[in-house]
């Protein structure tokens, strides 16, 4: 399984951009779709998650900005970026966090996105 992000690139401050990202094989259950992200000289962080239910969960710095959404027929997660900031220059990746079924065993899986970079400009 592959994920696939798309809609990263060059925003400007107060601007928005939109992120998206499907896996590319099947997953037998997914638990979470989420967003992380690594500025230059940081460490990964969580953006924004959406578990399977519909409840989300976002880092303090992105709330009220940034809205995670979730198509499951479509299993694709979105990243809604509204009120850029310059510190919102990051490589955002896309994660998924779910089960396979196999042989009467469960396999815990956990998929990461390859990165895309978002640049905001002030």
């Known amino acids: 399984v592959q994920l696939q992000a798309y809609g990263g690139g060059l925003g400007q401050a107060g601007g928005s951009l939109r992120l998206s990202c499907a896996p590319s094989?099947?997953?037998?259950?997914?638990?979470?779709m989420g967003w992380y992200r690594q500025g230059p000289g940081k460490q990964r962080e969580l953006v924004a998650e959406?578990?399977?239910?519909?409840?989300?969960n976002y880092a303090d710095p992105v709330k009220g900005r940034f809205t995670i959404s979730r198509d499951n027929a479509k299993n694709t997660v979105y990243l809604q970026m509204n009120s850029l900031k310059p510190e919102d220059t990051a490589v955002y990746y896309c994660?998924?966090?779910?089960?396979?079924?196999?042989?009467?065993?469960?396999?815990?899986?956990?998929?990461w996105g390859q990165g895309t970079l978002v640049t905001v400009s002030s």
């Open positions: 994660n998924v966090k779910g089960r396979n079924y196999s042989g009467g065993y469960v396999i815990p899986v956990d998929y």
């Open positions: 094989g099947s997953i037998s259950s997914i638990i979470a």
């Open positions: 959406i578990a399977s239910g519909g409840i989300t």
